[in-house]
């Protein structure tokens, strides 16, 4: 390859480690064409994988700042330039190298940090951005019907009280009317005491003429 040719390659493959989220390095030995063009469709459009040279990628890699261990570029190589999620690249890289073993995951970076094939697989076990916005989305739906709840909650408490309330007074309201009759006693029994008392004649009277019956 002339050199002109080798320096915008280097650049080509600089500027997509530059302008990616992540890159994962892949050893495609064995694959076919058709097989490649399936991976390719199944990591969808902002994902691209590309077949590259080694020794232009490791320069490239080293212009983009990124420290890259050159063990990982060995053997026919292929990486994916993730320009969305890396967490569906992940998944749809591992997936497929699980139904075409021929795939090795060799490792990576992601923003600027190396990976290795491990710890890609770990990223490609977590939920998708897709997945956590869609349970971020209900758990904002969720958030009137709980709050609804929480100002409910307060207001049954108060109509409870009221009404307890309500009830003892209407309790406490009927011994009230017993002092009143009370009240009432001591007068009467102040005109009683004003009353002459009866002569002693008619008292004696009325003890004759109602005499007590004799003890059986």
Not at 30 to 52: D, E, F, H, N, P
Not at 69 to 94: C, H, N, W, Y
Not at 105 to 125: F, P, Q, R
């Amino acid at each position: 390859m002339p050199n002109a040719e080798k320096l915008s390659a280097v650049e080509e493959i600089t500027e997509q480690f530059t302008n990616s989220a992540a890159a994962v390095i892949t050893e495609y030995r064995g694959l076919t064409v058709k097989q490649i063009s399936q991976l390719r469709r199944s990591l969808g459009k902002q994902t691209t994988y590309a077949v590259v040279k080694n020794t232009l990628t490791k320069r490239a890699a080293a212009d983009a700042g990124l420290s890259i261990d050159d063990s990982l570029f060995t053997g026919p190589t292929a990486i994916a330039f993730v320009g969305g999620d890396p967490v569906e690249a992940a998944k749809g890289l591992r997936d497929f190298a699980k139904a075409n073993p021929l795939l090795v995951i060799k490792g990576g970076v992601l923003e600027g940090k190396s990976l290795s094939a491990a710890e890609i697989s770990k990223i490609a076990d977590l939920e998708s951005r897709e997945v956590l916005l869609a349970k971020l989305a209900g758990a904002i739906k969720a958030l009137p019907t709980k709050a609804a709840g929480l100002f409910q909650a307060p207001l049954s408490q108060m109509a409870r009280l009221a009404k307890a309330l309500e009830d003892k007074g209407g309790a406490a309201g009927a011994p009230a009317a017993a002092p009143a009759e009370e009240a009432e006693a001591p007068a009467a029994a102040v005109e009683t005491a004003e009353a002459p008392e009866a002569p002693a004649e008619d008292a004696a009277a009325d003890t004759t003429e109602a005499p007590a019956e004799p003890a059986e």
